[in-house]
């Protein structure tokens, strides 16, 4: 399946340039309704069924059902990749997770509207990808290699700015207005009025190379060989399976160790969490665009861990407590926006959705590790144990990795010089 973008009157629509967009910040918006799904539901909708009196035990499981199909995106990404229009595709990813939270919103927290929250959530979680998925074919194939880092930077600032509005403003207004319920309508109004922003995007015009669907799989599954085959591929995809910038900290179990109280707690891992993220998202994406991404990946990584290490040398009150979070959420901001500036930079502009997602499947495995190396660290040696190997960890994948770096093009310059 070849993507073109709808040509000029007198053009031939098989021959016609991609349009090309020069206004990065439009992915802001467009990768809000992603992030805004993954922060109502592991912070407005946890916390509201745990004032519903619902167990722990049930909150974690029905986040966990959140995350579960982000690790298995990849499934049906050639779907979004072959089929149809991806602005078609963002809509029904936009408005599926506008309803969902809207209905989430209204129904009672009881443990017996469990099954149907989880169901709910399950449909948020894949359509949320949708979003996603169309977002990236329109960032892999218009926009300038020259822009892609200040475009990686808007994505993350939409992903990681909605998760602080989807779970900090979205607990905000459930906790100040007189129906909670509200909460939802604005944050689901929110979700379906980011879809105008496609309108500011060039219309896309799919054209059959292949002969059957089955075809256009199989050439989805050569381009994605094809990347992963490649040095700047499978460079890519090595580093992504790496400890670097995964932010695993467990901010929240720890705060009473600094006196930081819930209010506190709410901010920082909230809306001022989320804002200070977005600001190191935007940062980073001007440096991409002036640095190699691997190294400024790495640069990020250190820069994650020396927070986390500075910590360890100051006093620990409240304020302290505060600063270092969104010090550290800020650096978190930067390295995701360097994760998505490689993989772009790797995926090339065929089969987008599909390459990106495998990468962004992999990538998720050091965040969960981490998290869990984290906890470990912490009970079995303490909290500064923790945040030494915040840094240590990253630091000597980031060596090993710059090594493997070094090995394979001596070995690369060494097989394309002549007898």
């Not at 006196?259 to 940062?283: D, E, P």
């Not at 250190?302 to 302290?320: H, N």
């Not at 987008?352 to 990538?363: E, G, I, K, V």
Request: charged share 10%; glycine share 10%.
């Amino acid at each position: 399946m070849t993507v073109h973008i709808e040509a000029e009157s007198g053009e031939d629509p098989l021959h016609a340039s991609p349009g090309t967009i020069r206004r990065p910040a439009i992915f802001a918006p467009l990768f809000a309704p992603f992030g805004v799904s993954s922060g109502y539901v592991s912070v407005t909708l946890a916390y509201l069924l745990g004032e519903a009196g619902l167990s722990v035990a049930i909150i974690a499981t029905l986040i966990a059902v959140n995350a579960w199909p982000q690790t298995v995106k990849m499934l049906w990404a050639p779907f979004v990749d072959t089929i149809g229009n991806p602005k078609v595709w963002y809509a029904i990813g936009a408005f599926s997770v506008g309803l969902c939270i809207l209905a989430m919103s209204v129904m009672p927290k009881t443990e017996a509207q469990v099954p149907i929250f989880m169901a709910l959530i399950v449909i948020m979680s894949v359509t949320s990808t949708f979003v996603s998925m169309s977002a990236e074919i329109f960032m892999a194939n218009q926009v300038p290699a020259a822009m892609r880092g200040r475009a990686s930077g808007w994505s993350q600032a939409g992903n990681l700015g909605g998760a602080g509005l989807g779970g900090g403003v979205g607990l905000l207004l459930a906790e100040n207005l007189a129906q909670p319920w509200i909460s939802g309508v604005v944050i689901a109004a929110f979700c379906i009025a980011c879809w105008f922003a496609t309108l500011g995007l060039p219309r896309f015009v799919r054209t059959t190379a292949a002969r059957s669907y089955a075809g256009e799989l199989k050439e989805v599954a050569v381009n994605v060989w094809e990347v992963a085959r490649s040095r700047v591929g499978y460079l890519a995809l090595l580093i992504m399976l790496l400890p670097i910038g995964s932010g695993g900290v467990p901010w929240s179990a720890i705060a009473g160790e600094w006196g930081a109280g819930g209010n506190t707690v709410a901010i920082v891992n909230g809306l001022a969490g989320g804002l200070a993220a977005v600001v190191g998202a935007l940062l980073a994406g001007f440096i991409c665009d002036r640095m190699e991404l691997k190294r400024a990946y790495s640069m990020f990584g250190i820069l994650v861990g020396l927070v986390a290490v500075a910590l360890i040398f100051v006093p620990r009150t409240p304020i302290v407590f505060a600063i270092g979070v969104l010090a550290y959420q800020m650096m978190v901001g930067m390295a995701y926006t360097g994760y998505a500036a490689i993989v772009l930079e790797a995926i090339g502009k065929k089969s987008a959705a599909t390459n990106f997602n495998l990468m962004a499947a992999l990538s998720n495995i050091p965040i969960a590790v981490m998290s869990m190396v984290d906890g470990y660290m912490h009970d079995n040696f303490g909290t500064d144990a923790m945040l030494l190997g915040e840094l240590a960890f990253p630091a000597a994948a980031i060596v090993l990795f710059w090594i493997f770096v070094a090995a394979t093009a001596k070995r690369g310059r060494a097989a394309a010089r002549p007898a």
